[in-house]
């Protein structure tokens, strides 16, 4: 079984605040977006694993098989990660990939899990896992846990990437002011406040376009607009920032201004 993952952008990100439990609180706007990883899953008499990815310590993908166990019979299997999406994204390809996990055991041993029983056993991997049970664009409140499917509108968007944003928890940077910024991310402050080259990066888009936004914590950057605009500004941005990842793609965009919604709640 080949499986091809996605990676989501967080049209808006707006944190609210710190929980009991040392999680935040979040409303976000996600959206999927077509770039992603290949993942190779195939019965065999013993468990493997293998990537081209180095990662310390257990993998997405090898949590999800585990966690998957917890709940139920899973019987050996062989998987193999092609990862070429890069990593310190905020793209939550790792998310993604761990979600295809669940979703191609499911129907390879015909396990009979439902969407909804995926996306519990999911929020067990990660906050962004769930998403990408449904993807499409899902409205996403609570710990990032709590979600709604939302109408969508066709659009483009090209998302850029130079140097990446390698924290474990950028949520732990945030300070006072962040939490009253305007910004679509309030997660852009403190990433842009600690990542020197990040921020120059970032500074240097907005010279291209203005409406470049970061997507998760960083250090993707994208911009939503009508497909000619896009690959005239991919030549443009190619041409003078040369940057390592670029890639242009379709997604949706909320029929409703789920952004005003979601910064003056």
Known sequence: MKIKTRAKLNLYLKVLGKISDGYHEINTVMS???????????????????????TEGENLVEKALRVLREHTFVPSVSIKLEKLTPVGSGLGTGSSDAAEVLKGLNKLFYL?????????????IGMD?????DGGIQLATGRGDILKKLPGKKTNALVVMDEPVISKNIYSLLNEEDFLSDNKNTLLNPVIRNYGAVRNFYYSLLEFDKNFSMTGAGGAFFVVGEKNYLSELEKKVVYKL?????HKSEILL?????????FNT
Do not use: H, R
């Not at 896992?129 to 049970?133: A, C, S, T």
């Open 32 to 54: 999927e977006f077509d770039w992603g990883d290949y993942i190779y899953i195939e019965k065999s008499e013993f468990d493997s694993f293998q990537s081209n990815m180095i």
């Open 112 to 124: 009979g899990l439902t969407n909804t029983n995926l996306c519990e056993i999911a929020s067990k």
């Open 129 to 133: 896992v769930p998403f990408f049970i």
């Open 242 to 246: 040369n940057p390592k990842f670029i």
């Open 254 to 262: 909320p029929e409703v201004d789920y952004g005003e919604i979601i």
